[in-house]
């Protein structure tokens, strides 16, 4: 089953999506083989947007896209690992699988961040930046580790690439949902909603890229992750089963959403709306040209978010250098088309086949451990 957010099915940041076989859950009685397709096609919408708001042309809510990555990411683990995970699924099982989901793309992103600098570095000789200090950084990245003094060029805690800091909270709250899993309950759940929407609003800010604000991620993420998980408990428990959206409906909404600038005291609201798009696409169903669609935006979600600023920065570049730098909304629709392009080139011969690699090797690996075992119990 092809899954969602940046992850193994539909995630499984959550921001393509891995395959899962399917699994009977021990806990809850149903599946682990629904592809939420709908869910996968706002995924995309949501990176698109992303983009479109980086390039100053639009989408001014574009900041929201990953608070929404944040509800898919915790609904769409709750759905994949709750039941391994109260099956006995070890925690090492499953950290290792969110790795060979995530971990690929964050090398490329890092590595694209690095590229632009160097780009910057030969164009820009009298103004260049020290290796020493691109080196460091690229070391942290590849750790995804935040770099909380910043840099010289970019005020931000990943400045090779800025979106990074999205994917560090989601490994963070990932790592999370893996150790408490056993204590969650739905009360428990609500509660640590509650806690991070309290830190949210008392923060101020939806922050968590900028060493200023770096420590708000952390209610940020709790909020949005097991405000998914939540969502999930809602979903299995057929809570407001009469609410369902078709994709159209559901992306005009979500394009509604994320175009309207959103104050920091309307932020409930807007996790309020995000909740009930979500709940309503997850039980909406697509066939035909529709499911193709929502299949393939689901699948370029990741690689788009990750890789739009580098490409950003060389779209820039070539604009100006044909005398097209005020032309910013072509210059938008340009770093769409080819990140996408990019995007897809990137998720066929890399990012799959590597995830494909890692997957037989792990299973491998597994499998011969427990040959070992066997033998020597019959010993």
Known sequence: MR?????????????????????AAAAGGYRVNRHFLILDGLRGIAAVSVLVYHGGVGMKGGFLAVDLFFVLSGFVLAY?????????????????????????????????????LLAHNLSHVEDSYSLGELSRLTGLSLLVAPSLSGSSFAHE????????????FEWTVNIAFGVIHGALTTKRTFALCM?????????????????????????R???GFFGGVLLHDLWRGQTAAWMRLGFWPA???????????????????????IAALILSSARGQVTGIEAILCAQLGALSYPIYVLHRPVQYFV?????????????????????????????????????????????????????RRMFASRQLDQ
Do not use: H
């Not at 805690?157 to 560090?168: H, K």
């Not at 008392?202 to 604000?213: K, R, V």
């Not at 992306?251 to 309020?272: K, R």
């Not at 995007?343 to 792990?362: C, I, N």
């Open 251 to 273: 992306a005009g909404a979500i394009l509604l959403l994320l175009s309207v600038d959103w104050p920091i005291w309307a932020f409930p609201l807007a996790g309020i709306l």
């Open 316 to 368: 820039d570049a070539a604009m100006k250098r044909i005398g097209l730098a005020d032309w910013s909304r072509l210059d938008v629709a340009t770093a769409a088309l080819v990140t996408s392009l990019v995007g897809f080139g990137v998720l066929r011969a890399y990012d799959e086949p590597v995830r494909a690699w890692l997957s037989a090797a792990t299973r491998a690996t597994a499998d011969r």
């Open 3 to 23: 899954g969602i957010l940046f992850e193994d099915t539909p995630a499984e940041f959550c921001l393509v999506a891995p395959t899962l076989a399917p699994a």
């Open 80 to 116: 994949s690992y709750s039941g391994r995970l109260a099956a006995g699924m070890t925690f090492w099982s499953f950290s290792l699988q969110r790795f060979i989901r995530l971990y690929p793309l964050t090398v490329v992103g890092t590595l694209a961040g690095l590229l632009t």
């Open 221 to 223: 993420v709790t909020f």
């Open 195 to 219: 806690f991070g929407l309290a830190g949210v609003l008392l923060s101020g800010e939806l922050g968590g890229n900028m060493p200023q604000n770096f420590w708000s991620g952390f209610p």
């Open 157 to 168: 805690v990943f400045p090779l690439n800025t979106v990074l800091w999205s994917l560090f």
